[in-house]
């Protein structure tokens, strides 16, 4: 099946400052979505992005599939953004391959 | 957008007993809906996939008998854990699919988390 890298494992950020997770995956994927999981364990999709860029408010996503990859950038972080961002995708129908995830703490 | 309502949110038993997990599309029909099992600190693994109107199909090494599939309408899953043990403690999220042209995104539940005493 698909293997899925994320990085950092961990990152610890100051609020305000800047940050740049990447995933990268070993094969062609007909999707990719990247999550937040919040500390009560909920997952809530921030991107849907199997190519090309998209940006929604001081979060951003990147996907160059040629080249097996895709970046989430999140500016001026805040203490809410704190969580496991998770990089899921799927190479058949449907069925999702995840991440390990990168767990970010921001600190006040 | 698409919701995906899990329920119950969250659960304690006693070792022995059964415990079943909804999972409901709410506003689309789902013919494939998706059971993971996180463990603390770590990633989601996928169990099973449920099949609307037939059987599920299980991952290597989910044992099928212990986690029971029931896929019996187009917005309805259901993930039983017979028998628990404190081992089968874990965080459980459940995924339905929607497609739109050839855009396919995943809507997860907010998860069950299971405490077996």
């Known amino acids: 099946g698909i293997q899925v890298e994320q990085s950092p494992p961990d990152l610890i950020l100051q609020e305000g400052a800047n940050s740049t997770l990447r995933c990268n995956f070993s094969?062609?994927?007909?999707?990719l979505q990247w999550f937040h999981q919040n500390p009560w364990g909920q997952l809530i999709n921030l991107f849907y992005i199997p190519s090309g860029t998209k940006q929604n408010g001081r979060l951003s996503a990147t996907t160059v599939a040629t080249e097996r990859y895709s970046l989430l950038y999140i500016s001026s972080s805040q203490t809410t953004d704190s969580g496991v961002y998770f990089c899921a995708v799927a190479g058949g129908y449907q069925k999702v391959t995840f991440g390990i995830g990168t767990k970010l703490q921001v600190i006040p | 957008g698409a919701v995906v309502s899990q329920h119950p949110s969250w659960v304690i038993c006693k070792s022995g007993t059964s415990v079943k997990i909804e999972c409901r599309s709410l506003d689309f029909q789902a013919t494939t809906m998706f059971w993971y099992r996180q463990f603390p600190k770590q990633s989601l693994m996928l169990m099973a996939t449920?099949?609307?109107?037939?059987?599920?199909?299980?991952e290597q090494g989910v044992e099928k008998d212990k986690f029971l599939i029931n896929h019996a309408s187009l917005t309805l899953s259901t993930l039983t854990v017979t028998s628990a043990h404190p081992e089968d403690s874990s965080f459980y999220i459940c995924?339905?699919?929607?497609?739109?042209?050839?855009?396919?995104?995943?809507?997860f539940g907010a998860g069950t988390r299971l405490s077996v005493l």
């Open positions: 995924s339905a699919g929607q497609t739109s042209g050839n855009l396919d995104i995943q809507y």
């Open positions: 094969d062609s994927v007909n999707n």
């Open positions: 449920s099949n609307e109107g037939s059987k599920a199909t299980y």
